[in-house]
């Protein structure tokens, strides 16, 4: 009779990178308490244990049912990486989950890549009363899928000019998109628990604090001068068109911390604005112009001064329809026609916009008629049709440039 399998020193490390290392027993919440690397099963309060110790009651204690159970369900024959990558797979999920699983049953079919797609379906926990997509669960499978398909033999080499990979529609539109958390263990005292991890930020705002840190980057490169003080700042320079380098940066910062939970930027502080030593980049000011005296001097010559006259901006301006009509009339723009005008002009476009609409009703009525008894030819169905078209063309045209005539009058 064969020996049954074992963990080998890759499979046992596998384990021991995600299960982690405690030294001190702690409670979990459920009441159960653990040390080591992941062992409950005689871990009580006190208890204390060092590395080494760790991983012999992992390999000796907790790893020995997982591998019975491998062993004892799996029908088909496994390589060494396999079934490192299935203990650390059934030590996460436990072993009632493995045995109804999807990943036992198509092992047993013989289906090994199916097997190792199906791992990757289990990377979802219960954080803070939530079923979600855990970050070092899918981690945690990824790793395990990757050992299980590690062949002994060494890994297969098709070139890639050999075989071009394609998209797999069918596995692409079934590729899940929930975002996953991060999740970190934290202990307090003698309790531990699961938790969100305190991210740094979503993805937008990781993207705005880099732009933030290359926006302070070019901004104060290239501005130290050689004597290593800053050039000094005209007085015109004080008001700026738009933004300022402050107005700026406190933006892109609100964008990357909107609690303001995160620490400010180590390369330039918004509150207290760039580094000693590093100058601002201002837009060049034009000269202000030179004051003249009054009266204006022009050519060498004195202009008189022009007598002073007050306006009164908020005096009520009236103009008569007389001079609105004048002033209308002087642009060139303006057309007041009257009824005879637009009469003559649109009576001819009303005129066809009339026998439009009879032929229209003509053709439409023909089709009908003939449509409703037995025709000597076929081709005189279609006649009622083509002179309701061409009359429906000639009526919307016609109403077209009628209603222009219309419209321009109003």
């Known amino acids: 009779m064969a020996r049954p399998m074992r963990t080998s020193r890759l499979g046992l490390e596998l384990v021991k990178s995600f299960e982690g290392f405690r030294a001190h027993a702690v409670q979990l919440p459920n009441g159960t308490w653990i040390i080591g690397y992941g062992h409950t099963a005689t871990a009580r309060k006190g208890l204390t244990v060092d590395k080494a110790d760790g991983e012999l009651i992992l390999r000796h204690h907790d790893l020995l049912p997982v591998e019975q159970a491998i062993a004892d369900r799996v029908l088909a024959p496994l390589s060494q990486n396999e079934f490192d990558g299935l203990v650390s797979f059934v030590f996460n999920i436990g072993i009632e989950a493995f045995a109804g ?3 036992l049953s198509r092992l047993n079919t013989g289906d090994r890549l199916q097997a190792a797609d199906a791992m990757g379906f289990w990377r979802k926990g219960r954080i803070e009363g939530e079923v979600r997509v855990i970050d070092a669960l899918v981690r945690r499978r990824a790793a395990e899928k ?19 990979p394609e998209l797999d529609v069918g596995a692409s539109l079934m590729t899940p998109h929930e975002r996953a958390i991060v999740v970190e263990t934290r202990v307090d005292g ?6 969100r991890a305190s991210a740094p930020g979503t993805s937008p705002q990781a993207a705005a604090r880099a732009v933030n840190e290359r926006l302070t980057r070019i901004l104060g490169e290239n501005a130290s001068l050689a004597s290593g003080q800053t050039r000094p700042v005209a007085d015109n320079d004080s008001v700026q068109d738009g933004p300022s380098i402050d107005d700026i940066t ?5 964008l990357a911390d909107p609690d303001g939970k995160l620490q400010a930027s180590p390369v330039i502080d918004v509150a207290k604005g760039p580094p000693e030593g590093v100058e601002r980049r201002r837009t060049p000011r034009p ?16 202009l008189p001064a022009a007598d002073p006259v007050v306006v009164d901006d908020l005096e009520q301006i009236r103009l008569s329809d007389e001079e609105i009509e004048r002033t209308l009339a002087e ?22 916009a009339g026998l439009g609409m009879i ?4 053709g439409v009525e023909r089709f009908f008629r003939e449509a409703s008894r037995l025709v000597e030819r076929t081709s005189d169905i279609y006649v009622g049709p083509l002179i309701a ?18 419209a321009r009058r109003t």
């Open 101 to 103: 699983s999807d990943v």
């Open 146 to 164: 990757a050992l299980f398909l590690e062949h002994p033999s060494g890994r297969a080499s098709i070139p890639s000019a050999l075989v071009r």
């Open 190 to 195: 003698e309790r531990a628990t699961a938790a």
């Open 250 to 254: 406190r933006a892109v910062s609100a």
């Open 287 to 302: 000269p202000s112009p030179p004051p003249y005296a009054s009266p204006l001097e022009h050519g060498g010559g004195m």
């Open 331 to 352: 642009n060139g723009n303006y057309h007041d026609d009257t009824w005879y005008e637009v009469m003559r002009e649109g009576w001819p476009f009303a005129l066809l």
């Open 359 to 362: 032929g229209f009703l003509l």
């Open 389 to 406: 078209l061409g009359s429906g063309v000639v009526l919307v045209t016609s109403a077209y440039y009628l209603m222009r005539i219309l």
